[in-house]
């Protein structure tokens, strides 16, 4: 399978390969103890679950009502009481973000490293996080919530970014469509999506280092604390662990990566056509003219044909 989607024989589009699970466990009753078995196990593509399982969604399986409240590792057992810990230890779960919250540039820090402090594009200040890949998400405390609770924080997940070098351009063969336009096709370029958290801090998430119990960020709220786990530990050997997680609180985006061809368009932007990025106004104004172009622009090939997307 695996060989005819990097060929290009299967579409993604219809048989997802990066997946995300909500687990939904429960207890059943062993002599002497208990054993955790899943009782749900719902699945997204991932670029979907960044939005639809973030922590703080309500998600609805079964007619039983959960809220999105943990991220673990794939990997972990039943039988883990740090089911996040492989996450935050893995280089590739976990990774530095630089970003502008004004033109939505994106560094990429893997061909470009060097500390930018400003956005080479609109000069303002950029930002600075890291991203996480989750990889399964798990109720809020483990458990489904009563009818009355029905209170839910909304996040999404960014468009597509193309992090951009910025000493080195390596995108090449450049063609002029006009006095303004340039256009090039670049082929398995890198591209992120990042759910930032609540759209006007973007301050991203908390979430535990090693239980990965999550919530959205808030910094009036954000304190070090004893938490309950979002999945139930079950004994090993006849050892219980501890009930309460007692791992440190981690600020965090969600991330997906993944690789596709592009076509790039480079336009020069002059009066009369709004060019300020520091109002939203303005901002948004353009970033519409701009997507309107991207969907119409004919396609471009090597041989010099065009067609329509």
């Known amino acids: 399978m695996s060989f005819l989607f990097d060929h290009g024989l299967l579409p993604s589009y219809a048989f997802p390969i990066d997946l995300c699970s909500f687990v939904i466990e429960g207890k059943e009753s062993r002599l002497g103890g208990f054993k955790v078995v899943v009782k749900e196990r719902p699945q997204q593509s991932i670029d979907k679950s960044l939005s639809e399982y973030a922590p703080g969604r309500l998600i609805v399986v079964d007619k039983i009502t959960y809220r999105s409240g943990g991220i673990t590792a794939n990997s972990s057992l039943p039988t883990d009481p740090d089911r996040a810990l492989p996450l935050f230890e893995s280089k590739r779960n976990l990774r530095p973000y630089v970003f502008c919250p004004r033109c939505t540039f994106v560094q990429d820090l893997i061909e470009d490293p060097q500390n930018l402090e400003n956005c080479p594009v609109c000069q303002g200040p950029l930002e600075k996080g890291e991203m996480l890949i989750p990889e399964v998400f798990h109720p809020e405390r483990g458990e489904s919530l009563n009818l009355n609770d029905t209170e839910q924080e909304y996040t999404y997940a960014t468009s597509a970014q193309f992090p951009v070098p910025v000493s080195v351009d390596d995108l090449q063969e450049w ?89 790039v368009l480079r336009i020069n932007l002059q009066s009369p056509l709004v060019r300020r990025l520091d109002a939203n106004v303005s901002a948004n104004v353009l970033h519409d003219a701009l997507r309107t172009i991207a969907v119409n622009q004919p ?6 044909a065009n067609r329509k997307i």
């Open 299 to 304: 396609t471009y090939n090597r041989s010099g």
């Open 175 to 263: 063609t002029n469509v006009g006095e303004n336009i340039r256009v090039t096709y670049a082929r398995n370029k890198r591209l992120v999506m990042v759910n930032k958290g609540d759209s006007e801090t973007n301050e991203g998430f908390s979430i535990c280092e090693k239980c990965g119990a999550a919530s959205v960020f808030d910094s009036h709220k954000f304190q070090q604390r004893e938490h309950v786990r979002p999945y139930k530990v079950e004994p090993k050997s006849g050892v219980y662990a501890r009930e309460r997680c007692d791992g440190l609180f981690r600020q965090v985006f969600l991330e997906h990566q993944f690789q596709t061809d592009l076509l």
